[in-house]
């Protein structure tokens, strides 16, 4: 266990080499010469040189890669070019009311999204459940840039239950008046795939009797429709178990009866049928 | 008068005095200004700041040696912390500005307690601090006229450190009020530099008090000071005890607005609004919609809402009911586009080649690029010196209007010949491609559709070549760029801002054209020891006549700012060089509509 911790962290350091050169190598091919934005209207190439030389860019390409790995690893961010403003104090002032919309976002959507996809599950295949669905899939099409406009207009604008713009000082203020047209948008971007997926999920655990969320030893009860013929087992049980709530890549593992290790062999028909009903209940 | 009412005078007048220093002037702190930035603020160090916004709070926190009148238009010079227009001497190579005395620093720690005093020391110290290498200051070609600081800065270079305390005989103290420049050749347009809010005086003690953040710590003698910053997000000025204060007292012009503006303003102590906070609001909808919910007391209207609030021009029914008035002018900047005429195969002064270039130029419809890009806010520009600047021509015309047909014309006579695909190729046959540059932001890709139907029109084919803003810049100062629409506003309100744009050794600098004729640059070089007068404006006159001749370049317009103000605010006037008229009118709560 111990050697596999170590084998992992040491396979890090060669990955954060090859990240912390691509980003040194786009950022200076792509992200073009600085020095004649902030030179100026007038300058001579004079002044542009000591530009460079004040920034550090003049040196040779290596010098400077240098420099960035010391950077990364003394994680000093250094200060802005243009407002000289330190890169660490800018992420720690836009931090505080960036989580006053996210946390309130995130704790709500989950909420509701859950509440919502039980009782939509629970009238599964009514009207009601088409409908939620239908609105769901509308909803979630449109972009977020139409919803900030349109809220904006006519929630904050024509009925002035929210401020058009703006920020506070107190804690309490800013979650309260000015954060709540933002977590409405969100909620509104969000609840939509999220009610989907937990829908998907819910349904999901209805026709399981005692299948775990993070299973390495748990067995369907039911019997696997295709049987691809696989070599010995009389009957394969098939561990389905979803990893974690992530969207894309939902495992399933096919094992027989206890395994040790996680097995990502996918011999047994449980694979498909299974991987074909979550793809169909998400779009 | 007697010795007991001698006595009892003194003693009033001392009182008075004392209480003169305490306040006198104070501006309410009720009055509170709210206004909005479209683009963060980069900082407050009036040497390292470029542009716009930072520029705009600047000239509320420092007092440069001048400013300009109030209502007087064309802009006028006038004294700010100098009692007096400079006195100018030996061909304009030397001016002598004489400071106001008893203009005191707002309070800082650096000062250790004491109340401290304007002095030409401080003008000497910010002058140098421009060339100083640390600062990378953009404005630093500014004063390159002044003799003795190009060795200061040489020896910076390469000591590392730049040595404030030698003397420069080009900018120096004759005595504790007064500050003598010397300049290297005559230039009748320094006073205008004196102007400008970078040249606002800075305190020693407070630069060195804090080496890493001056842009954080403003302290100046101007009428506002910084309260509270929170990075581009707000910015919140409050009115400066230790300001002098003064009397409100300008002369109307011809504007009826300038009467109404007199009959509230006159005679009172100014400044009178006493807080100014300033929201950054990137979204163009936010700040719109903020103005009209109340938020905002002025606002700069940007195009995309310009065909919503003001239909034919003027504010729309909502906003006149709500008693908002507008302020419109126009800036005084142009915005034009460019044929490098260096270029190995689209430069030259050849007959055919020039034809080309003005054909291109005559297939482009500047009423139509006013229309969809402008959403009509601006004003066709024929002259390179735009409206309310020394040496502007409102009678001259272009020698290449709007014309497709004689485009076509001049084309076919110099032997384009179209191809069997339809676009016109080289005299001698050789595949023809104008290669035009922009960037990719969303305005740009209308005007390069702009242009490619214009193109269209004569059968050019264009080749439109995308790069960000910066390496757009590194090539055109190279002279390797062949097209692109550049912009200039005036820095002040001189013609000869503008006409330096296509003066041969400024090539690599701001001449993006990278125009070069010796005649030309002749004739510019007399223009330049020249004051205004009209013997300049018939040189200017025929200066613009040789560019456009040659087809160096096409004008297209003149931008117009949209101000729109609430009942609240009294005497506004949006000036065309002033950023900041905070001090200069009033705000009345009883005229706020609920």
């Known amino acids: ?283 | 008068m007697s010795p007991l009412s001698r006595l009892l005078g003194s003693i009033a007048l001392t009182a008075v005095s004392a209480a003169g220093t305490v306040a006198a002037w104070a501006a309410d702190p009720d009055k509170v200004l709210r206004i909005e930035f479209y683009v963060a603020e980069t900082g407050f160090d009036p040497v390292k700041v470029q542009d716009y916004y930072s520029q705009e709070v600047n000239e509320g926190i420092f007092d440069p040696l001048m400013t300009y009148d109030y209502l007087a238009r064309p802009a006028k010079l006038v004294p700010r912390a100098a009692e007096a227009m400079p006195t100018i001497a030996d061909e304009a190579k030397t001016y002598t500005f004489k400071i106001m005395k008893g203009i005191y620093f707002s309070d800082d720690p650096a000062f250790k307690g004491k109340r401290r005093e304007l002095t030409a020391e401080d003008y000497v110290y910010s002058i140098k601090r421009f060339k100083d290498p640390a600062n990378k200051s953009p404005y630093e070609s500014f004063i390159d006229g002044i003799t003795g600081l190009e060795q200061l800065k040489k020896q910076a270079e390469k000591t590392g450190k730049f040595n404030y305390d030698t003397k420069v005989s080009g900018v120096h103290a004759l005595d504790r009020y007064t500050l003598q420049i010397k300049l290297k050749e005559t230039d009748y347009n320094f006073s205008y530099i004196m102007a400008l809010p970078n040249f606002g005086a800075v305190a020693r003690e407070v630069i060195e008090a804090y080496p890493d953040d001056t842009n954080g710590h403003p302290i100046g003698t101007g009428p506002y000071r910084l309260k509270e910053w929170k990075r581009s997000n707000k910015i919140i000025l409050e009115a400066n005890p230790e300001f002098r204060g003064f009397t409100w007292h300008f002369e109307p012009g011809s504007d009826p607005l300038d009467k109404q503006i007199v009959a509230a303003m006159e005679g009172r102590k100014m400044p009178q609004i006493g807080r100014v906070e300033i929201s950054v609001i990137e979204e163009q909808q936010a700040a719109w919609l903020a103005f009209q919910n109340n938020e905002l007391d002025i606002l700069y209207l940007r195009e995309q809402f310009a065909p919503v609030a003001l239909p034919n021009n003027q504010p729309n029914p909502a906003l006149v009911k709500q008693g908002v008035t507008l302020n419109r002018i126009t800036d005084p900047d142009i915005n034009y586009t460019y044929i490098n005429t260096t270029d190995p195969v689209f430069g030259g002064f050849t007959k055919e080649k020039i034809a080309l270039r003005r054909a291109i130029w005559m297939s482009f419809d500047n009423a139509e690029y006013i229309r969809v890009i402008r959403k009509g806010q601006a004003i066709e520009a024929q002259y390179p010196i735009p409206p309310n600047v020394l040496g502007h021509d409102p009678a001259y015309r272009s020698v290449a209007p709007y014309d497709p047909v004689l485009a076509n014309k001049l084309l076919d006579y110099f032997g384009y010949k179209r191809g069997s695909d339809g676009y016109r190729t080289w005299p001698d046959g050789t595949p023809l491609v104008w290669r035009y540059s922009s960037t990719p932001s969303s305005r740009d890709r209308e005007i390069d559709e702009l242009w490619q139907k214009s193109t269209e029109r004569i059968g050019i084919r264009i080749q439109v070549a995308k790069n960000k803003f910066p390496e757009e810049l590194k090539q055109e100062r190279a002279c390797q760029l062949l097209s692109r629409t550049a912009a200039w506003i005036a820095d002040y309100p001189d013609g000869d801002d503008f006409m330096q744009l296509f003066y041969g050794p400024n090539s690599h600098q701001n001449n993006s054209s990278c125009f070069q004729l010796a005649e030309w640059d002749r004739i510019y070089e007399k223009t330049r020891s020249m004051p205004d007068s009209p013997e300049r404006n018939r040189l200017y006159r025929q200066l613009w006549r040789m560019v456009e001749v040659n087809g160096v370049t096409k004008m297209h317009d003149t931008r117009v700012r949209n101000m729109l103000v609430q009942p609240q605010v009294v005497g506004y006037k949006k000036h065309p060089i002033l950023l900041a008229e905070w001090m200069y009118f009033d705000m009345d709560g009883s005229r706020r509509q609920p």
């Open chain 1, 1 to 283: 266990m111990t050697a596999y911790i170590i084998r992992r962290l040491w396979q890090m350091i060669p990955t954060l080499l090859g990240v912390i050169l691509l980003v040194f190598v786009l950022f200076n091919w792509i992200g073009g010469d600085p020095a004649y934005v902030l030179a100026g209207k007038i300058s001579s190439a004079e002044q542009i040189e000591n530009i460079r030389r004040q920034l550090g860019v003049d040196q040779p390409y290596y010098v400077q890669l240098w420099i960035f790995i010391k950077q990364v690893l003394t994680a000093d961010f250094g200060a802005s070019w243009s407002t000289n403003e330190a890169v660490s104090h800018i992420m720690a002032t836009r931090l505080g009311p960036s989580l006053t919309v996210l946390i309130p976002l995130l704790i709500l959507s989950t909420i509701i999204a859950i509440g919502l996809a039980l009782g939509v599950a629970y009238v599964r295949g009514s009207l009601t459940d088409r409908v939620v669905m239908i609105v769901c899939t509308v909803g979630l099409s449109i972009s977020i840039l139409v919803y900030i406009i349109v809220f904006q207009y006519f929630f904050a604008y024509k009925l002035g239950w929210f401020p058009v713009q703006g920020w506070g000082d107190s804690f309490w203020q800013n979650l309260v008046v000015y954060a709540s047209l933002p977590v409405l948008i969100g909620l509104v971007v969000s609840i939509a795939p999220d009610l989907r997926l937990f829908r998907t999920f819910v349904l999901d655990s209805r026709f399981k009797a005692g299948a775990t969320v993070s299973g390495r030893t748990s067995s369907c009860t039911r019997r696997c429709p295709f049987s691809s013929g696989s070599s010995s087992a009389s009957h394969p049980t098939c561990a389905c178990s979803a990893p974690s709530f992530s969207m894309r890549s939902i495992r399933i593992t096919c094992a027989r009866r206890v395994q040790k290790g996680f097995r990502k062999t996918a011999s047994c028909g449980c694979t498909c049928s299974a991987t074909r009903r979550f793809q169909s209940s998400r779009t």
